[in-house]
Nanobody, 126 residues
Framework: QVQLVESGGGLVQAGGSLRLSCAAS????????MGWFRQAPGKERELVGC????????KYADSVKGRFTISRDNAKNTVDLQMNSLKPEDAAVYYC???????????????????WGQGTQVTVSS
């Protein structure tokens, strides 16, 4: 099991940027596919994006394509989510998650991820 801790959330104006970071401990991050999810009040948790173990493949929700970027540094055991051109509808609790299973494609289903952080709140004012 890997322990995950998110940071970097906060309040930002629409059109602004935030960078979230997820720090992993307990196991080497390169063992895991990593994902970022978000959950707004009254809504289901949804995938924001995910990244393969060696960063050669990423996948994003249509709603964030071109605005958000996932990156990872396996040497530092961190995964970041750069969020630009933020919109009020991006407001949510953001979670990072780790999938330890071998896969042919990046998983978009939250049920396929094994370990989760506690989340960090992102608020976007209009």
């Amino acid at each position: 099991q890997v322990q995950l801790v998110e940071s970097g959330g906060g309040l930002v104006q629409a059109g602004g940027s935030l960078r979230l970071s997820c720090a992993a401990s307990g196991r080497a991050l390169n063992l895991y596919i990593m994902g970022w999810f978000r959950q707004a009040p009254g809504k289901e948790r949804e995938l924001v994006g995910c990244i393969s173990r060696n960063s050669d493949n990423t996948k994003y929700a249509d709603s964030v394509k071109g605005r958000f970027t996932i990156s990872r540094d396996n040497a530092k055991n961190t995964v970041d989510l750069q969020m630009n051109s933020l919109k009020p509808e991006d407001a949510a609790v953001y979670y990072c998650a780790a999938d330890r299973n071998p896969r042919f494609t990046l998983p978009i289903d939250s049920n396929l991820y094994d370990d989760w952080g506690q989340g960090t709140q992102v608020t976007v004012s209009s």
